[in-house]
C-alpha cells in the first residue's frame, strides 16, 4: 500500500500482470525509495516494541529475471546461500540484488515459497491484509484443498494477490510443508490441506 500510494502521488501508474505488479524503471526508483525510508524503519520500530530484533538479509540470497521480462524488472529466487541461526527473526524484502547487481522487485509469497523449500520448513504462514481465503459468499473457509482451490480460481472468486498466495501455498505443500495458514494472525485463517478435502 505504501508504494501504491507513492506511485500515486507520483502520478505514476499502477498496473498489474496476472496478479504481478509491473515493474518499470520509475516504478522500481519509487519502491526502492519506498522500502528504504518507509517499510524497513517501520518494520523495525514495530518488531522492537515487541521485544524482537530482527536481522536483515541482504547477502546469500540472488534473484533472476523472471519470463524474460515480461514483467519488467520483475525477479525470482535464482539461488539462496545465506545460512540462519535458530532463535534469530530475519527479515528480508522485496528487493533482491541479481548476479549482476541489478535490483529486481520479487513477490513475497515467491520468496517464502523459495525460502519454505530451501531449509525444508515444516510450517508456513502467509500473513494477509484479510482473514483468509474468501468463498463466493465473502466468508472466509477454514479449510481449502487444491481442488476447491482450483474451482475458486476459475470462477474468478479468488484473484489478485490471493491467487498468487495459493500458487506458491500449493507448491509449497507439494515440496514437503506440513502446515499451511493463510489469515491476518497465527490463530486463525485458512488451512490449506491437500487431497480433495472440502
Keep these: 500500500p505504501m508504494v501504491d500510494d507513492a506511485l500515486a502521488h507520483a502520478k505514476l501508474p499502477v498496473k498489474k500482470v496476472a496478479g504481478l505488479r509491473y515493474t518499470d524503471e520509475a516504478t522500481l526508483k519509487v519502491m526502492v525509495n519506498v522500502v528504504q525510508t518507509q517499510v524497513w524503519p517501520m518494520l523495525h520500530h514495530v518488531l522492537g516494541q515487541a521485544h524482537l530484533s530482527p536481522t536483515r538479509l541482504t547477502d546469500g540470497v540472488v534473484a533472476k529475471i523472471k519470463d524474460a521480462g515480461k514483467f519488467g524488472a520483475v525477479g525470482e529466487i535464482d539461488s539462496i546461500t545465506t545460512t540462519l541461526m535458530a532463535g534469530q527473526l530475519y527479515v528480508i524484502g522485496p528487493l533482491v540484488s541479481s548476479a549482476q547487481g541489478e535490483l529486481l522487485n520479487v513477490n513475497a ?83 490449506l490441506v491437500l487431497g480433495d478435502q472440502e
Excluded: C, W
Design 109 to 191: 509469497d515467491e520468496i517464502a515459497l523459495a525460502f519454505a523449500r530451501h531449509f525444508k520448513a515444516d510450517t508456513l504462514y502467509f500473513l494477509t491484509d484479510v482473514a483468509g481465503v474468501l468463498d463466493q459468499n465473502q466468508q472466509v473457509m477454514s479449510k481449502l484443498s487444491p481442488k476447491v482451490a482450483a474451482t475458486l480460481m476459475s470462477q474468478e472468486v479468488v484473484t489478485g494477490g490471493m491467487f498468487i498466495k495459493l500458487q506458491a501455498a500449493f507448491m509449497a505443500m507439494q515440496l514437503g510443508v506440513q502446515k499451511i495458514q493463510m489469515g491476518r494472525d497465527f490463530q486463525v485463517g485458512t488451512k
